[in-house]
């Protein structure tokens, strides 16, 4: 028999709404435990293998642990004269490093990508070949591309730069010269960094990039110089958010992207060879390498070897010198604890991940 109204509502009111009951955690499941941090900055290391056809990619921690690697094919061989002789087009670079992927060519044309977690991943197909030598630097944000083709079928040979978005499509053509050689290497904020160099060299540059005659700023939507950078001097070391250590007939400096220098007080001589990311301290000599800072302060280190960069402002990379006390190949010295760290990464610093100048 159906209930009242009013009972039924006096009989819902007193026993008020239903609610779910709260979950129990199972005793059987263990408590979680935090990750431990990962790193945040990484180490862009190129190995060229000892027959100069191939090489390697690899990704370095601050820890010194090799946490990446991949095979590269090199370029094809082109020189200015008969083959066998003459001058060699300039070395390339041949990695750009996004904010979290370092990005590589993998012999004439194919662009693939590294992950420090050791993800490849091919990318895209650039208009290089046995007479089109590439360049190309990616923006951090991973979304354009910059590439230089340096055309050499021809007796005088041509250079395109474009900018593209970094899987193709809209694509601008920036420049075009029979006369000036530039080639990406970084992008300092929304603007983009080419080295200058020549078409032909017989040696090689004291910076990663093959730049003989310092770098530009180029508005990458025109191709307008904004300011020249290490121009008059020589670019030693690879590129810092600060700028790039620069040597020229006044001594060494630090060149910034907007066309300035300022003098090293206390860093001389030729074995000054890496500026800190800050722009605050260079790694001079070898054996020890010393640490000149602000006003010319000088600090011994534990490594003995030629410096190449710097992952973060804690961690110098370095390369032993042949026959010395340290082990060969690359090693890192943490300012912090006074230590070196090795590695068994080979070759040449290149870049950091992430790769924001």
């Known amino acids: 028999m159906a209930l009242p109204a009013v009972l039924l509502a006096v009989l819902l009111t007193a026993c008020g709404t239903p609610t779910a009951a709260a979950p129990t955690p199972s005793p059987s499941l263990p408590a979680a435990t935090p990750s431990p941090p990962q790193p945040s900055h990484f180490g862009v290391v190129d190995a060229a293998a000892a027959d100069v056809r191939s090489g390697q990619v690899e990704i370095v921690s601050t820890t010194g642990q090799v946490v ?22 300039p070395e390339l670079p041949y990695e750009s490093a996004s904010s979290s992927l370092v990005y590589y060519l993998d012999g004439n044309s194919a662009l693939k990508s590294l992950a420090p977690n050791g993800n490849t991943a091919e990318v895209a197909e650039l208009p ?23 055309d050499y079928s021809a007796a005088t040979p041509k250079l395109t730069l474009y900018v593209s978005d970094l899987r193709g499509g809209n694509r601008v053509d920036i420049l075009t010269s029979t006369g000036i050689y530039v080639w990406p290497v970084g992008w300092h904020g929304p603007n983009l960094i080419v080295a200058v160099g020549p ?14 005659a310092g770098y530009h700023i180029v508005d990458p939507a025109t191709g307008r110089r904004l300011a020249n950078v ?7 070391g690879p590129l810092t958010p600060a700028g790039t250590l620069c040597s020229s007939a006044g001594g ?45 302060s000088v600090r011994r280190t534990a490594a003995n070897g030629f410096a190449q960069g710097w992952i973060d402002d804690q961690e110098l990379v370095f390369a032993a010198v042949p026959g010395g006390p340290s082990a060969p190949g690359l090693s890192l010295y943490d300012l912090r604890s006074g230590t070196v760290l090795q590695t068994s990464a080979t070759g040449t610093f290149v870049a950091t991940v992430p790769g924001d100048l």
């Open 68 to 89: 990446a690697t991949a095979p590269r094919r090199s370029r094809d061989r082109i020189t200015s004269g008969d083959a066998g002789g003459g001058a060699l087009a």
């Open 230 to 236: 290490c121009t008059d001097g020589a670019p030693i």
């Open 199 to 212: 078409a032909f060299v017989q040696q090689g540059a004291e910076n990663p990039y093959t730049a003989f």
């Open 128 to 150: 290089g070949s046995a007479r089109v030598h590439v360049a190309f630097s990616v923006r951090p944000d991973a979304t354009r591309i910059a590439v230089s083709l340096m």
């Open 252 to 296: 060494l400096s630090v060149a910034a992207y907007d066309g300035s220098g300022r003098p090293l007080p206390g860093a001389n001589g030729p074995s000054c060879l890496a500026l800190s990311p800050a722009g605050t301290t260079v790694a001079c000599g070898t054996n020890p390498i010393t640490l000149v800072g602000a006003g010319g």
